[in-house]
């Protein structure tokens, strides 16, 4: 019965380690960059970038905060500077959307810089960071 106790509390501290892996320490935040991975020219869909902040932060809504997206041509970014008025809130975070729409056959790559303030009841730090994300169009 011990050794039962002692492996499920083995396999509880590697789900929380595998958890907290997912969060960079340098960003204090699981940043997330989600569309659709393929595309139909003409065809419009959602892009997004999340920021969950790592638990004891919170997402500040009074400081400058942005998105700036770019590609290489093969989709048309709907908005390419997001800022707290193209998001939602989320918890303690947010998720920034806006449109894409496949303009000719092929591949691409979304890319996303993120500046971003996170706050805790004592300080708030600016925090900066990239994603990317493949698309193809047919």
Do not use: H
């Amino acid at each position: 019965m011990k050794s039962l106790v002692l492996c499920l509390t083995l396999l509880g501290m590697n789900a929380t380690a595998a958890e907290a892996a997912k969060i960079d320490p340098k960003e204090k935040a699981e940043l997330t960059l989600k569309a659709p991975d393929k595309l139909k020219v003409k065809q419009t869909a959602e892009i997004s970038f999340s920021i969950k902040p790592e638990k004891g932060w919170k997402v500040s809504f009074e400081a400058p905060l942005s998105v700036k997206l770019s590609n290489a041509g093969k989709v048309v970014i709907g908005k390419r500077k997001l800022s707290t008025k193209d998001g939602k809130k989320d918890g303690e975070g947010i998720v920034l959307s806006t449109t894409v729409e496949g303009s000719s056959a092929g591949a691409d790559t979304v890319k996303a810089k993120a500046v971003y303030f996170l706050c805790t009841a004592d300080v708030c730090k600016r925090f900066s960071a990239s994603r990317e994300i493949a698309l193809k169009v047919n």
